[in-house]
């Protein structure tokens, strides 16, 4: 049998446990400091979120109106759903790619199905109207319309 001193282990044992108690004083201290100056950006270092360019000069402008949604039977007893939007730029100046997001949306608003449609050019004073291929919706739902233009920068 061997004999084995336990101050041998004690003597390693020591260094290992030095370390550890060394790695847990040092890891608060690694953090920055709290003092007043980084508590809450000052108004000059707060840096906005987004930012729109807005060129000067005429702009496009729209206004939209949608029709209730009416529902219209099919041959095998479903049903589907159709809508009539009137846009008209009321800027002036025209816009490109117009973008008419039409919504069928339930009484609970969440939005059952969506057709959109673009329009390339659409010059200032201009009204179009549009309607919408048949949405599908259920035949015992109550659904209301909901119209969204969006357009680039001319």
Not at 42 to 50: F, G, I, K, M, R
Not at 51 to 61: E, F, K, L, M, R
Not at 114 to 132: C, D, M, S, W
Request: proline letters at 8%; glycine letters at 6%; aromatic letters at 6%.
């Amino acid at each position: 049998m061997q004999d084995v001193s336990l101050s041998g282990k004690s003597l390693m044992v020591l260094p290992l446990l030095a370390c550890l108690v060394c790695a847990a004083l040092t890891a608060g201290c690694m953090g920055t400091a709290a003092g007043p100056e980084a508590q809450a950006p000052t108004p000059e270092a707060t840096v906005s979120a987004h930012t729109t360019y807005s060129p000067a000069g005429p702009q496009p402008s729209f206004s939209a109106s949608v029709t209730t949604p009416e529902k219209r039977m099919r041959t095998d007893g479903s049903c589907y759903w159709t809508m009539t939007g009137t846009v008209t730029n009321n800027g002036d100046a025209p816009a490109r790619n117009v973008v008419i997001r039409f919504m069928l949306v339930d009484e609970n608003d969440m939005i059952r199905a969506t057709e959109t449609v673009l329009a390339p050019r659409f010059q200032a004073g201009e009204t179009k109207i549009f309607t919408t291929n048949p949405l599908p919706g259920d035949c015992d739902r109550q659904y209301h319309a909901e119209i969204d233009v969006t357009h680039d920068i001319p």
